[in-house]
């Protein structure tokens, strides 16, 4: 399985942005989608989760200003980002938990990074 993430830019401060995220392959089925982010010096944090069913989960300090959002029937994945702040200024990973042909189990598939950059 391989993910795809785009949509990555030098934006300013109250601009928008949208990300996405393709994951192709031998895909069976694929349960949550998400993304995280890891800004300079920092450790990886979760942006926001959506997953098949269920109830998509926010960061806090995101709540009200991105939306997470997917396309099944497309394996992808999106992420609207407005209201920026230079403190969003990170790479923006996505994952997907996926079963592929061959396999039994579930694993987890992580996108490249897509860099965000959010000038004041």
């Known amino acids: 399985v391989q993910l795809q993430a785009s949509g990555g830019g030098l934006v300013q401060a109250g601009g928008s942005l949208r990300l996405s995220c393709a994951a192709s392959g031998s895909i069976i089925s694929i349960s949550d989608m998400a993304w995280y982010r890891q800004a300079p010096g920092k450790q990886r944090e979760l942006v926001a989760a959506i997953p098949s069913g269920g109830n998509i989960e926010y960061a806090s300090s995101v709540k009200g200003r991105f939306t997470i959002s997917r396309d099944s029937a497309e394996n992808t994945v999106y992420l609207e980002m407005n209201s920026l702040r230079p403190e969003d200024t990170a790479v923006y990973f996505c994952?997907?938990?996926?079963?592929?042909?061959?396999?039994?189990?579930?694993?987890?598939?992580w996108g490249q990074g897509t860099l965000v950059t959010v000038s004041s």
């Open positions: 994952y997907a938990d996926a079963v592929v042909s061959g396999e039994k189990i579930e694993n987890r598939y």
